[in-house]
Nanobody, 120 residues
């Protein structure tokens, strides 16, 4: 079994910054890609950013230039540095990982979500 544990959400004023972290643990053989998605009230879950094991990054247009995704492969951890936050960034942020497990092969996993609220 694999678990994704997120941390770092909270309340921040517009223009502020937050850093999210997500650590994967369990029966991991290798991780192909990790990333962040978000879901605002009444909206579909959407991609924010992803990073592959060899460092290729992908961002949603709405966060380019403001958010930076990074990872520590040795710790099976992914980070999302969010700067210049806007009220429209308010959402529950979910960590996602596509992992090759020891027993079940490649599986897609989600974290429990962390709330990010941008408000004055």
């Amino acid at each position: 079994q694999v678990q994704l544990v997120e941390s770092g959400g909270g309340l921040v004023q517009p223009g502020g910054s937050l850093r999210l972290s997500c650590a994967a643990s369990g029966s991991i053989f290798s991780i192909y890609v990790m990333g962040w998605y978000r879901q605002a009230p009444g909206k579909q879950r959407e991609l924010v950013a992803t990073i592959t094991s060899d460092g290729n990054r992908n961002y949603a247009d709405s966060v380019k230039g403001r958010f930076t995704i990074s990872s520590n492969n040795a710790k099976n951890t992914v980070y999302l540095q969010m700067n210049s936050l806007k009220p429209e960034d308010t959402a529950v942020y979910y960590c996602n990982a596509y992992i090759r497990t020891m027993v079940e092969g490649y599986m897609n996993y989600w974290g429990q979500g962390t709330q990010v609220t941008v408000s004055s």
